[in-house]
DNA sequence: GGCCATCAGTTGTGATTCCAACTTTACTCT
DNA sequence: AGAGTAAAGTTGGAATCACAACTGATGGCC
């Protein structure tokens, strides 16, 4: 059966199965178009077709003149810590990362007050964080959290780290994920079109039953996807 | 500038905009291979490639003797969406979808109980519901309802509708998305190898402020990609 | 009219070849 | 020795050709 297999699918499947099971490490080379036809008796098509899979699934990833590495594995992450990922994969690449830390001073915002379960007078901060790869604004992130933890005079980028300092343990995270954006309101930061679709992505940071800061976080479409796939034939939509 | 984009970048380009635009709906046919190396002025390389990349977006669907015709787009909408497109989208390539659907007698359980905001020994109705894809289970779905909602006699597949006509109106849906299965207790059904990682979904469905129904759902990796891109060069990990 | 076979069209896969742009390494020259 | 250069290797893009499997429609035959 395996036998009538498309060709490069031996490939991938090797390599998968080499990169799953921590045979090659995060960081480790993988064998170049060449060396996959000699290694593995396959035409250049199947080889490159192959490491084009992998790619895809964001097992390794590729940098011209260099080759290809094992990649760590934000695609199977939720959001938030993909996110995390932003930097270090755009090093990967050889982009330049950059983001803008803002922080307002703190109003009211009932509307927010609601997600972080506090009176609905009761003063917010807000941070707003926008992540560039070279300069170009790729993702747009607004934070809120109660004074109490923060009086605005420290950016929430750590907010992890910090609030664990705190004594405060980060038990979960709630994501409501949207297809739109509700209110048009930040899309200048991105400099998108009018009427471009995003991902929408609200999250909550719990300590045990008590939410210690909310945000809302902006992608543009052609930059995050959340595909739904089926094994072969429907699995890889694009290959098979 | 676009003169020195990837040829098949143009074609991408086009047909997405078409699609995006609305000009092109759902279902209606794309150009094949050869319309669109004659119309664009393009090799069969970029012409199939261009197709790929707009399949792998999940815009379109290809299907072989058939062509491809624009895809409804469950890529872009939140999972509970995405999954309402499971029957269709196993149509659309000629698939059987099939699902049991197996409802337990209700029992208490306090750890779900803690998610349904009910009373530790409460009862609730387990519902059980594997998807198949030509007979093999390639998603797993676990629901509770209290008891109140659910005696056991129905099944929970119409959950929205039905609680819809109970004067429930459903507002919002929770998810927490984790990497690895929390327990092995249900791997079984899905026929997976030990220490495989799957995509597992805790979500509950909340009408108002009290939560309704929660569910786990537990999808192979292979089959579910939440997938982390940016623009080019890095936004299509496969292709440039 | 209804049924069946044929055929053109389409996708998925594959081989082969080529080139531009880039990175890394090794080497040569000062 | 150090700096700059050249060469080799790599990826991404592209053209061209080929074939198996499949679909849809056409047309002929009963």
């Given at each position: 059966m395996a036998n009538s297999d498309p060709v490069y699918l031996r490939v991938v499947e090797d390599l998968r199965r080499q990169i799953t099971e921590g045979l090659?490490?995060?960081?480790a080379p993988i064998p170049s178009r060449h060396q996959i036809t000699r290694k593995y008796g396959v035409g250049e098509t199947a080889a490159r077709h192959a490491l084009r899979v992998l790619a895809q699934e964001g097992l390794i990833i590729g940098r011209v003149g260099s080759g290809h590495r094992v990649r760590q594995r934000p695609d199977l992450l939720p959001l938030h810590r993909a996110q995390a990922h932003f930097s270090t994969d755009m090093h990967a690449i050889g982009r330049r990362p950059t983001c803008d830390v803002k922080t307002d001073s703190a109003e009211a915002r009932p509307d927010i007050a609601i997600r972080l379960r506090i009176a609905a007078q009761s003063p917010v901060t807000r941070t707003r964080i926008v992540y560039r790869s070279d300069g170009k604004p790729v993702q747009l992130a607004v934070s809120y959290e109660p004074v109490v933890y923060?009086?605005?005079?420290?950016?929430?980028?750590?907010v992890a780290h910090r609030l664990g300092g705190n004594?405060?343990?980060?038990t979960e995270v709630t994501e409501h994920v949207y297809a739109?954006?509700?209110?048009?309101?930040?899309?200048d930061v991105l400099d998108l079109p009018a009427g471009v679709h995003v991902l929408h992505v609200e999250r909550t940071h719990w300590a045990g039953d008590k939410p210690v800061e909310t945000s809302d976080v902006i992608i543009p479409c052609d930059q995050f996807r959340l595909v739904y796939t089926l094994p072969a034939p429907y699995g890889d939509l694009t290959n098979r």
């Open positions: 090659l490490q995060p960081g923060n009086d605005g005079t420290e950016d929430v980028t750590q004594g405060l343990k980060l739109r954006v509700p209110q048009p309101v930040e899309s």
